[in-house]
């Protein structure tokens, strides 16, 4: 089994959605949620429960949600490490109605790992990142040249592909690197797996020359996309860990997905 690190954020998610659309000048009756969330905090808890624990690396805000997070890691043997910041957690505010889906976030860069952050990167097998910081993974690939990574957002620079294990975007992250116009041409030189979330649609995969698009098992117009890429990163890293074939895996990983996609919160 892969000596497995997560790189990246920690936040609270601040979940706003309402059946009915939203309207200006009126008091908008909608129902929300408050939960622990972040892209690399989803992965981490989602492979506890799964019963895989693994290392995450990130940094921390001074008050009772970052505490309130690593204790809810370490209750599922996950272990966090990371330098602690006088500022307070930074909350990811996503509001879903019937015809917007608007994204609002405090994160700033004190949140975010450099790549003068002094840490034993060479004692892992597996990078599971977000944070799309070419000096910072050039450093981590100079540590341990074999080490295999895993973007989650974005697409790293061609001088890495020999690391990539493979990518996970969403429908909008995929359009910002490949525009409507060259999509089809974008997998010609993959060397590894692509995934592209498309919550209620499904999914669409590449690997090993197959594209193929999954559509979701029920169906549902409206769900909260938020979280969508991290449960199926977790369960996808999940099966491979087991020894099981790619598509075997992105199999259970979809469902994964699609739950996350059925429910306001990013739980197994």
């Avoid at 860069?109 to 597996?126: E, G, H, Q, S, W």
């Avoid at 990518?167 to 359009?175: A, H, I, K, Q, W």
Wanted: charged letters at 20%; glycine letters at 6%; hydrophobic letters at 35%.
């Amino acid at each position: 089994m892969k000596r497995t690190l997560l790189l990246g954020t920690a936040l609270i998610d601040h979940l706003i959605y309402s059946e009915k659309p939203l309207k200006e000048d009126s008091c908008n009756k909608v129902n929300n949620s408050l939960c622990p969330g972040g892209s690399m905090r989803n992965i981490a808890y989602n492979l506890g429960h799964l019963g895989r624990p693994i290392d995450f690396l990130s940094c921390w805000g001074n008050d009772l949600f970052a505490e309130n997070i690593q204790e809810e890691l370490s209750g599922l043997g996950i272990k966090t490490y990371g330098p602690k910041r006088d500022l307070p957690t930074p909350i990811f505010t996503s509001i879903n109605t019937p015809d917007n889906h608007l994204l609002i976030s405090s994160l700033t860069a004190d949140f975010v790992i450099d790549k003068n952050y002094d840490f034993p990167y060479a004692n892992y097998d597996l990078l599971i990142c977000d944070i799309d910081d070419k000096e910072l993974l050039d450093k981590i690939v100079s540590y341990k040249n074999n080490i295999r990574i895993i973007t989650l957002g974005f697409l790293p620079t061609d001088d890495l592909k020999e690391n990539l294990e493979g990518s996970v975007l969403n429908r909008r992250e995929f359009f910002d690197f490949f525009s409507h116009e060259n999509h089809n041409f974008a997998f010609a030189d993959l060397t590894s797996w692509l995934v592209v979330t498309l919550d209620q649609d499904g999914l669409f995969y590449s690997y090993q020359g197959e594209h193929a698009y999954l559509r979701n098992k029920k169906k549902t117009k409206t769900g909260y996309p938020v979280g969508c890429g991290d449960a199926l990163v977790a369960g996808l890293v999940y099966q491979l860990d087991l020894g099981n074939d790619f598509l075997t895996s992105l199999s259970f990983a979809h469902d994964l997905a699609e739950t996350a996609f059925r429910q306001p919160a990013n739980v197994i």
